[in-house]
């Protein structure tokens, strides 16, 4: 099968891939620990330039690493945040052979209408519009070929990047980091498994009028090709010099968007960034991509709220027990000092009943970033640490968030979005709406180790 992971295609893989991510790795090091002096703009912008037109897991990867505070210079993160727009789209001819391994042949008289250039592209596969033959408006997502390949040839790239940069940088270990984010990019090759994450978030949003899930026609469908309903939306980048009161609702409709499933069902959305997601005339939510979805123990959620708590009473103790709740181990005093310097910055705004900024004073426009080299850079001194897989994805969805909100210039109560999720916080009521919510999705339970 062309799409199942084979040696031949991870060879192609690695010589695809090798000279970006071993070029950056390279002259990282160089600066850092040779002392050499490069420009960072200009090759920080030729490799946007080779992984926007390589496809595929790397430019996700990119897209990961580019939301990760200090994970990478800012110079980077400036130009890999722009992969987060449309990578170039596959041929017609390309398609055809695509949709009739998926569909067989003649699938082209099961739909009214399949537009022949694709609507949108990203990094593991492309959307058509298109037409049932009843009159529905669908959206047809279709897998690049050699996903599988692709995946395990980059995950094995970006394990020697990591390898390389702990050589010369020991502030965080990244080897839970790596696991987990190869844990989510295996998943997003199964569009089974997405079209049951679709059908969970149906499920815990159903009581938001506001936010939108699209429906899954699973007689269009297949592990590889995922129809859904069409949702019509603009980009939420379009709409950052619209009216205040636009800009508030549409942050306050994604912050219930993301936070709701987590602090009511224990899930989260891995991947904020904005092309996952799109705004309705009304000021609605549209969530348009499902690949990278984190369902967590109940356990790491009341670890969210117990930090929160510790923070906003100064309670040292109820911190630790967050931390170790998390999975961190072996927490010196100055490495628990140096963590609360960034869940203060995390929780700041929920903390304050008032209407203010997600981020208040930004000095270069992305979120987190002067807290994070701060925090950076007393980890390295303080011997370092290694984040545990659970925290990964929470922490980008929260940094991603964050850039949206700072984005959007959103003025809100953030404070009162928070308490009005966790005033009635159980964890055993959490127990019992995640596993019923699961066995409605068809998902299994979480355990420590996925």
Same mark, same amino acid.
């Given at each position: ?23 950056? !790795? ?12 490069? $420009?960072? !703009? ?5 490799? @946007? ?20 505070? #200090? ?43 399949? !537009? ?37 040839? &980059?995950?094995?790239?970006? +394990? ?10 020991? !502030? ?6 790596? $696991?987990?984010?190869?844990? +989510?990019?295996? #998943? #997003? ?42 949702? &019509? %939306? ?12 636009? @800009? ?17 069902? %224990? ?21 348009? &991509? ?43 005093? #100055? ?20 209407? @203010? ?6 000095? &270069? ?86």
């Amino acid at each position: 099968m062309p799409d199942d992971d084979n040696i031949g295609g991870r060879v192609r893989r690695y010589a695809r891939v090798g000279r970006a991510v071993g070029g950056l !790795a390279a002259r990282l090091a160089g600066e850092r620990v040779l002392g050499l002096k490069i $420009d960072r !703009a200009e090759h920080a912008s030729e490799l @946007r330039a080779a992984l926007g037109g390589l496809k595929g897991p790397l430019m996700k990867v990119a897209q990961i690493m580019s939301t990760i505070p #200090e994970a990478l210079p800012k110079e980077y993160v400036q130009e890999l945040t722009q992969l987060q727009a449309n990578a170039p789209a596959m041929g017609w001819p390309f398609v055809k052979r695509r949709m009739q391994g998926e569909l067989g042949p003649g699938w082209e008289g099961r739909f009214k209408i399949f !537009a022949h250039t694709a609507a949108a592209a990203a990094s593991l596969g492309q959307v058509h519009a298109a037409e049932a033959l009843d009159g529905r408006r669908l959206a047809c997502k279709l897998q690049y070929p050699d996903m599988a390949s692709a995946v395990e040839a &980059d995950l094995n790239q970006l +394990r020697m990047f990591f390898a390389i940069y702990r050589r010369y940088d020991r !502030a965080i270990d990244p080897r839970h980091i790596h $696991d987990e984010i190869a844990a +989510r990019l295996r #998943e #997003e090759l199964d569009y089974e498994l997405e079209a049951r994450h679709m059908r969970l978030y149906s499920h815990m949003l159903r009581n938001e009028a506001e936010i939108h899930v699209p429906e899954v026609d699973t007689e269009l469908s297949t592990k590889r090709l995922l129809t859904m309903s069409w949702l &019509d %939306g603009r980009p939420l980048a379009e709409l950052e010099d619209a009216p205040v009161e636009v @800009r508030n609702q549409l942050a306050t409709n994604m912050f219930r968007a993301w936070y709701v499933p987590f602090y009511e069902y %224990g899930v989260i959305h891995g991947d904020p960034h904005l092309g996952n997601y799109s705004a309705r005339p009304d000021q609605g939510i549209n969530l348009l &991509d499902f690949g990278c979805v984190r369902i967590f123990p109940p356990r790491f959620v009341a670890g969210v709220i117990d930090l929160y708590r510790a923070i906003s009473t100064d309670d040292r103790a109820l911190a630790v027990h967050a931390y170790e709740t998390w999975g961190f181990t072996g927490l010196s005093n #100055e490495v628990i000092d140096t963590l609360n310097l960034w869940a203060e910055f995390v929780y700041a705004p929920l903390l304050e009943d008032r209407p @203010r900024r997600i981020q208040e004073f930004a000095k &270069d426009g992305v979120y987190g970033r002067d807290v994070a080299e701060k925090v950076h850079m007393q980890l390295r001194e303080k011997g370092g640490v290694t984040p545990p897989r659970e925290f990964v994805f929470m922490d980008r969805a929260a940094i991603g968030l964050g850039g949206v909100f700072l984005r959007l210039k959103a003025e809100i109560n953030w404070h009162r979005l928070f308490q009005d999720l966790i005033r009635d916080f159980d964890l055993a009521t959490l127990e019992q709406r995640q596993a019923a919510s699961l066995k409605i999705a068809g998902l299994d339970a979480p355990s420590a180790k996925t």
